[in-house]
């Protein structure tokens, strides 16, 4: 893609399958239109650390400070989630994730339960998008940082994909 095409309005295409599935809070994608809903998708991790890792974490609880263990716990389980939850949309043929909600809860004690869900949809990009406000110029931005870091070489004769 380049700058110009991004200053149009061009947005790339998301071709599917769990690696290229895009997910938001939001109702839709700037740039994009939803053309097909194929229903919810969820995960849900309940992950448990070890009783030796419980029992050091009941300590720290006393003497104060951060509970990394428990910490690294909810980081686990809210990516296991997050990886369940793209591979039902990818097993259901879309592109993203719209809509996408996270619950948190301790299922017992030094356990930790994450539920994500959201909306299986097929976005596409809407030819000729005109960005309001700023997004324009920040994706012209972000071109010109990235053609930067590149040295302004072109990559295959072409300019450097973002």
């Not at 380049?2 to 690696?19: F, H, M, V, Y």
């Not at 053309?35 to 609880?61: F, N, P, T």
Request: hydrophobic share 40%; aromatic share 4%.
């Amino acid at each position: 893609m380049n700058r110009e095409d991004l200053i149009a309005g061009t947005r790339p295409e998301i071709s599917g399958g769990k690696s290229k599935i895009i997910i938001t809070s939001a109702d839709g994608f700037d740039g994009y239109e939803i053309v097909e809903y194929k229903g919810m998708a969820w995960g849900i991790s309940v992950r448990a650390k070890d009783m030796g890792q419980d029992c050091a974490m009941g300590c720290k609880a006393v003497t104060g400070g951060e509970l990394t263990s428990y910490a690294q716990l909810g980081d686990e389980s809210r990516q296991r989630a997050i990886d369940k939850m793209m591979l039902m949309a990818a097993r259901q043929k879309a592109n993203a994730i719209i809509n996408v909600r996270f619950e948190l809860s301790g299922a017992a004690s030094g356990a930790a339960e994450v539920v994500v869900h959201g909306t299986a949809v097929v976005i596409k990009p809407i030819v000729n998008y005109v960005p309001t406000g700023a997004v324009g110029n920040i994706l012209a931005d972000i071109y010109d940082v990235i053609n930067a870091q590149n040295g302004g070489r072109k990559i295959n004769g072409k300019a450097p994909k973002i």
